[in-house]
């Protein structure tokens, strides 16, 4: 897979990529772990090079990680925080995209609270740019590090059932992962109340359930979503103890699960609402952990595919 070529001149979401690029974003990541556990952590990879982290929105692992990834690179990384509160919208992104590209960045990271943002500051600046993040639209970086997560543990992706459970509806996690789930040719359940599902959830290639004991019998992955209450105006549940009763992972609903199967989290878990701590924090289940170790790994990959330019990057700009 080294000599694959990656067409595509951002990273915007998994939506478009096919499952070769996918394995070679994978493929490099696998040598940026083993790098990232030795002593000595540095290369030079992208020696010279700017990273600007743009952040509309609060971040703190998903800021972490690509900084962290970045200085891996060998790369200057600047942390920019924009507030939101008293930006408008639209007039004052492109100002900022504009401004940002006078400064001669290569790659810049953006997060942003609303859907498509990323994709039009991409269009107005020279530079990758990588979606870190874009209101319930996608969040490609986490999609590639939990799959890196799942094949590294499984040894495969193909053929796998993977449940993805609780706020479907307000996640950018869940987009992304059932693009990429899709793409390598796993099977994807979505588990979740009526209230959380978006309305013909179906055409995205999922199962539908709408209870945890039939959604999660004989999975391999158990793929666990935080509530985001601060994307919900009304109310969605009734309540979040009567949540965690019915959606909630524990020990008693995991056990319908395949006796192997494995939990995994975004981050940054509601304890005892939508998983309970004693399944969290399980070191033989869990993956919580591992899905942070494999972000950086696979936000280095990201990195040097994209962010050493058209002259050294292996095939020309498409998007
Ligand atoms: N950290 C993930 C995100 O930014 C998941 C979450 O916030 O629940 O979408």
């Known amino acids: 897979m080294r000599d694959h070529v990656f067409r595509h001149r951002h990273l915007l979401g998994i939506e478009g990529l096919t499952a070769d ?15 990232s556990r030795q002593p000595e952590k540095k290369c030079s990879t992208l020696h010279g090079r700017t990273l600007i982290n743009c952040f509309f929105e609060n971040s703190t692992r998903t800021r972490t990680s690509f900084e962290v990834a970045g200085k891996r690179l060998g790369a200057d990384v600047i ?25 001669r960045p290569d790659v810049l990271v953006v997060r942003h609270p609303e859907s498509g943002a990323v994709q039009l500051l991409s ?38 059932t ?12 869940a987009r992304s992962n059932i693009a990429l789930l899709n793409a390598v040719g796993a099977r994807v359940r979505v588990v979740a109340p009526r209230t959380l599902l978006p309305a013909a959830v179906e055409r ?19 793929m666990m979503l935080r509530l985001q209450l601060e994307r919900m105006h009304g109310s969605f549940v009734p309540s979040t103890r ?28 509601n304890r005892g609402v939508e998983i ?18 494999m972000g950086v790994a696979v936000r280095m990959a990201c990195l040097e595919i994209l962010g050493r330019g058209p002259a ?6 498409l998007k």
Not at 249 to 256: I, S
Request: aromatic share 4%; proline share 4%.
């Open 21 to 35: 690029d996918i394995g070679h974003v994978l493929d490099l990541a696998d040598g940026y772990v083993e790098l």
């Open 79 to 103: 942390n920019m925080a924009v507030a939101v509160s008293s930006m408008k919208k639209g007039e004052t992104l492109i100002d900022t995209a504009m401004t940002l590209n006078a400064m």
């Open 123 to 160: 269009e107005k600046v020279d530079c990758a740019v990588i979606n870190a993040g874009d209101g319930g639209h996608e969040h490609p970086t986490q999609a590639l590090l939990d799959a890196l997560t799942i094949r590294r543990r499984k040894g495969r992706l193909g053929g796998l």
């Open 162 to 173: 993977v449940a993805i459970c609780g706020d479907v509806l307000h996640s950018r996690v």
């Open 204 to 222: 995205l290639g999922v199962a539908v359930f709408h209870d945890m004991a039939a959604g999660l019998k004989d999975v391999d992955i158990v």
């Open 242 to 269: 009567e949540y965690f009763h019915f959606f909630g992972l524990d020990y008693d609903k995991l056990k319908l699960a395949k006796p192997d199967a494995l939990i995994m989290h975004p981050g940054p878990m």
């Open 276 to 293: 309970g701590s004693e399944v969290a924090d399980d070191i033989d289940r869990s993956l919580v952990r591992q899905q942070v170790e």
């Open 312 to 317: 050294a990057s292996n095939g020309p700009p």
